[in-house]
């Protein structure tokens, strides 16, 4: 259980690495449109720092596997959660993104919900799944899939609007997050197929799942979406967005689903709770709007002021 601590430790890094350096090659590119994806892919493919970038986050989906084999859903989102710090440290120090009062003290948030849950897991009672019936995962996830594309397209829509004010991409980080999260459950039934026994029977049954399907679809959309949404808002406050949702959603849907039981211990129960609480509050701290820049008048407008004094 506790390498499996490790593990969900190691994909934080993997993965606020990963958007990291996503976002500084996007910064550098021209500006891309979900609206032209195969534009969008020929971009982003042909910068090798963002090919860096998506090896990182890659390899983060293979901590993710070892994660789901050995702790609880609820457990292993709230450690993932904790990514937060690290992504506004990274974004801080190589994009210069400047960060809020609100998201310095989400830090500390952060830093004490992970304290709790990872204080909350105890070895040997905490059960972990390894499937789910089939129809309830797509009861859970299809209608999610279809929320999270009608919120981001009302976000670019309200995007283009004119006299609007800044946006932080919220709206965007919540609509990826969905998608993430369906992901999420995808990897998680996964994870439940790997074995070192009978690996064809293994795959065979893996096809007839559809956690396959479900990676497929939202790495396509995701990829999209994410990108675009990257180049336009900071990753200091969308990806932290995304991530607590992603989060909220696995450990909520993804525990019922999956038929996990939450902690027996009246302490366990207590800190596993309240450091997913504490974590999911932060998604509620993140300022909606950022700065307006400040204003500077023309030339003109300083002679034409100095003149009527």
């Given at each position: 259980?506790?390498?499996?601590v490790?593990a969900?430790?190691?994909?934080n890094?993997?993965?606020?690495?990963?958007?990291?350096?996503?976002?500084?090659?996007?910064?550098?590119?021209p500006q891309?449109?979900?609206?032209?994806?195969?534009?969008?892919?020929?971009?982003?493919?042909?910068?090798p720092l963002?090919?860096?970038?998506?090896?990182?986050l890659?390899?983060?989906?293979?901590?993710?596997?070892?994660?789901?084999?050995t702790?609880?859903?609820?457990?292993?989102?709230?450690i993932?959660?904790?990514?937060?710090?690290?992504?506004?440290?990274?974004?801080?120090?190589?994009l210069?993104?400047?960060t809020?009062g609100?998201?310095?003290y989400?830090i500390?948030?952060?830093?004490?919900?992970?304290?709790?849950?990872?204080?909350?897991?105890?070895?040997?009672?905490?059960?972990?799944s390894k499937?789910a019936?089939?129809?309830?995962?797509l009861?859970?996830?299809v209608?999610?899939?279809?929320?999270?594309?009608?919120?981001?397209?009302?976000?670019?829509?309200?995007?283009?609007?004119r006299?609007r004010?800044?946006?932080?991409g919220?709206?965007?980080?919540?609509?990826?997050?969905?998608?993430y999260?369906?992901?999420?459950?995808?990897?998680?039934?996964?994870?439940?197929y790997?074995?070192?026994?009978?690996?064809?029977?293994?795959?065979?049954?893996?096809?007839a799942s559809?956690y396959?399907?479900?990676?497929?679809?939202?790495?396509?959309?995701?990829?999209?979406?994410s990108?675009?949404?990257?180049?336009?808002?900071?990753?200091?406050?969308?990806?932290?967005?995304?991530?607590?949702?992603?989060?909220?959603?696995?450990a909520?849907?993804?525990?019922?689903?999956?038929?996990?039981?939450?902690?027996?211990?009246?302490?366990?129960l207590a800190?596993r709770?309240?450091?997913?609480?504490?974590?999911?509050s932060v998604?509620?701290?993140?300022?909606?709007?950022?700065?307006?820049?400040?204003?500077?008048?023309?030339?003109?407008?300083e002679?034409?002021d100095?003149?009527?004094?």
């Amino acid at each position: 259980m506790w390498w499996g601590v490790g593990a969900a430790l190691l994909a934080n890094v993997l993965y606020s690495t990963g958007f990291v350096l996503e976002k500084r090659a996007l910064a550098a590119l021209p500006q891309i449109s979900v609206r032209r994806p195969a534009h969008l892919v020929r971009l982003v493919a042909g910068s090798p720092l963002w090919l860096g970038g998506s090896l990182a986050l890659a390899a983060g989906f293979g901590a993710q596997l070892a994660v789901y084999r050995t702790l609880p859903i609820a457990a292993a989102q709230a450690i993932f959660v904790s990514g937060l710090v690290l992504l506004l440290l990274l974004s801080s120090a190589l994009l210069g993104e400047r960060t809020t009062g609100r998201e310095r003290y989400a830090i500390g948030a952060i830093l004490a919900a992970l304290l709790m849950v990872v204080l909350s897991l105890r070895q040997g009672s905490d059960t972990v799944s390894k499937g789910a019936p089939a129809a309830l995962i797509l009861g859970v996830c299809v209608p999610t899939l279809a929320a999270g594309l009608l919120l981001y397209g009302l976000a670019e829509r309200r995007t283009r609007r004119r006299h609007r004010l800044p946006t932080t991409g919220v709206e965007y980080g919540v609509a990826v997050g969905l998608l993430y999260g369906v992901s999420s459950l995808a990897i998680k039934g996964v994870a439940g197929y790997l074995t070192t026994d009978r690996l064809g029977a293994a795959a065979l049954h893996l096809l007839a799942s559809p956690y396959p399907y479900l990676l497929l679809c939202t790495g396509g959309f995701g990829l999209v979406m994410s990108q675009a949404a990257l180049q336009r808002c900071r990753a200091s406050l969308i990806v932290p967005v995304c991530s607590t949702v992603t989060c909220l959603f696995t450990a909520v849907l993804g525990t019922l689903a999956f038929g996990e039981s939450l902690p027996r211990e009246p302490v366990a129960l207590a800190l596993r709770l309240t450091g997913t609480l504490l974590a999911v509050s932060v998604l509620l701290l993140m300022p909606k709007h950022d700065d307006p820049p400040p204003h500077t008048p023309s030339p003109a407008k300083e002679l034409a002021d100095r003149e009527a004094r």
